[in-house]
């Protein structure tokens, strides 16, 4: 089974910026399949919010974090990242990442995802 690992999330004033990074276990290449950030706010629903598709590097944004965020990925480390700059309160979220290995085009609705990883805290302070 593919698993997902999240990290860098963490604590960070309005203004700054974080690199969230999501790596895959169990010898999965995410080399060729798409993998979108999605997060997801206290009682709502998982919003999409970039999407790479890792054959080409070509990548997706939702219009609410264009210009802030940035998804790139490092094949030698089998790993995906999304920067996340000019934070704001309203980021605060659990961020996820996600792919499907039957997936080769990008949408940013969650449905179109089978292997999540278990999720990294973003918090913004005022």
């Known amino acids: 089974q593919v698993q997902l690992v999240e990290s860098g999330g963490g604590l960070v004033q309005a203004g700054g910026s974080l690199r969230l990074s999501c790596a895959a276990a169990s010898g999965f290449s995410l080399d060729y399949y798409t993998v979108a950030w999605f997060r997801q706010f206290p009682g709502k629903e998982r919003e999409g919010v970039s999407c790479i598709v890792t054959s080409d590097d070509s990548t997706y944004y939702a219009d609410s974090v264009k210009g802030r965020f940035t998804g790139s990925r490092d094949s030698a480390k089998n790993t995906v990242y999304l920067q996340v700059d000019g934070l704001i309160p309203e980021d605060t979220a659990v961020y996820y990442c996600?792919?499907?290995?039957?997936?080769?085009?990008?949408?940013?609705?969650?449905?179109?995802?089978?292997?999540w990883g278990q999720g990294t805290q973003v918090t913004v302070s005022s």
């Open positions: 996600a792919t499907d290995p039957r997936r080769r085009y990008c949408t940013l609705n969650p449905q179109g995802y089978e292997i």
